[in-house]
Structures are given as structure tokens and as C-alpha cells.
């Protein structure tokens, strides 16, 4: 069973940046696909980003492409997010994903294991 546990997110004014974490325990991180999904009220669950185990590869969602970066230490068992010029609409609570499958990485319906989320609000 892998456990994860987000930290970092707060309010931000727009334009800010934030960096939340996620750690993970209970299996080898170095197994783990990562990803990160966040999901405004009344919204449905978006994908944010995702990294592969090695952490060469990366992929992002459209809308936060080129201002959000992913990142992970295997050594410290860590996924984070950076996100940078940040508007109101990145408003969510945001969660991050594990697998230890292949499968899309923007498919949150192949990921096995879901921290409890962290809020971030960026107030305009």
C-alpha cells in the first residue's frame, strides 16, 4: 500500500508562485509513476502533470503547460509541483497520483493511489 501525503498550498496572489510536495511511502519510490490532478468546486477532475519513475520524461496539461513544472527526488521520496504565474482559474485542491502500471499519464483512471489533496487559491 502506498501512502501519499501533499504539503505546500495556500493562497497565492495572481501572478505568484507556489511549490506544493508530495511525499510518498510504503513502496520503493523509484517504482512509482507520479502525477499530480487537481479539481475546482463543481469542476471535474483535471489532469495537472505527471513524471515517469526515472523522471526523464514529463508531460503536462494544456492549461498549465509552460508555467507549471514537475518534479521528483527519488532519494527523498518526493513528487513536487512548481507553478509559477498563477492565475485565479488555478483555483483547486490538488492532488497527487501514484501507479506502478503504463497507461496515459493523463488518464486519472490509471492511478492506484490518491493523497487526500492540498488547497490552492490565487486570489485575483
Known amino acids: 500500500q502506498v501512502q501519499l501525503v501533499e504539503s505546500g498550498g495556500g493562497v497565492v496572489q495572481a501572478g505568484g508562485s507556489l511549490r506544493v510536495s508530495c511525499a510518498a511511502s510504503?513502496?520503493?519510490?523509484?517504482?512509482?509513476?507520479m502525477g499530480w490532478f487537481r479539481q475546482a468546486p463543481g469542476k471535474e477532475r483535471e489532469f495537472v502533470a505527471a513524471?515517469?519513475?526515472?523522471?526523464?520524461?514529463?508531460n503536462y496539461g494544456d492549461s498549465v503547460r509552460g508555467r507549471f513544472t514537475i518534479s521528483r527526488d527519488n532519494a527523498k521520496n518526493t513528487v513536487y509541483l512548481q507553478m509559477n504565474s498563477l492565475k485565479p482559474e488555478d483555483t483547486a485542491v490538488y492532488s497527487c497520483?501514484?501507479?506502478?502500471?503504463?497507461?496515459?499519464?493523463?488518464?486519472?483512471?490509471?492511478?492506484?493511489?490518491w493523497g487526500q489533496g492540498t488547497q490552492v487559491t490565487v486570489s485575483s
Open positions: 513524471i515517469t519513475r526515472s523522471g526523464l520524461s514529463t
Open positions: 497520483a501514484a501507479r506502478t502500471t503504463g497507461g496515459q499519464l493523463s488518464n486519472s483512471s490509471t492511478y492506484d493511489y
Open positions: 510504503g513502496r520503493t519510490f523509484s517504482t512509482l509513476t
